[in-house]
């Protein structure tokens, strides 16, 4: 059965690093999109960046292209967000998911992983920025 835990959360001053995890059980990872989003109490859950493929295809949200990276470990079976250049900004939950059929959608000129089309959810992590 897939399952999704996700770690790595914290407080994190402007400017700082954080990398979260996300440990997929129950199944392979390389037949797995995995992707990370974010969401703020009051607004809609965000697409943040999207593992197409083993082969290191992504997807970013505009609003963090260049500052964050995704990467799986085939070993660990894990997918990492790599956060740098960390604003206020990215304070939010953030959540990774999993799913085999998986559609990209262009929506404000930038192109993201469907959530809805995702099998699994974890539990969240909470990351924020702040002096």
């Known amino acids: 059965q897939l399952q999704l835990v996700e770690s790595g959360g914290d407080l994190v001053q402007p400017g700082g690093s954080l990398r979260l995890s996300c440990e997929v059980s129950g199944v392979t990872l390389d037949d797995y999109v995995v992707a990370w989003f974010r969401q703020v109490p009051g607004k809609e859950r965000e697409g943040v960046a999207c593992?197409?493929?083993?082969?290191?295809?992504?997807l970013y949200a505009y609003s963090v292209k260049g500052r964050f990276t995704v990467a799986r470990d085939r070993a660990e079976n894990t997918v990492y967000l790599q956060m740098d250049g960390l604003k206020p900004e990215d304070t939010a939950v953030y959540y990774c998911a999993a799913g085999q059929n998986v559609r990209q959608r262009l929506t404000n000129r930038q192109t993201m992983c469907i959530g809805e089309d995702f099998d699994a959810w974890g539990q969240g992590t909470q990351v924020t920025v702040s002096s």
């Open positions: 593992s197409i493929s083993r082969g290191g295809n992504a």
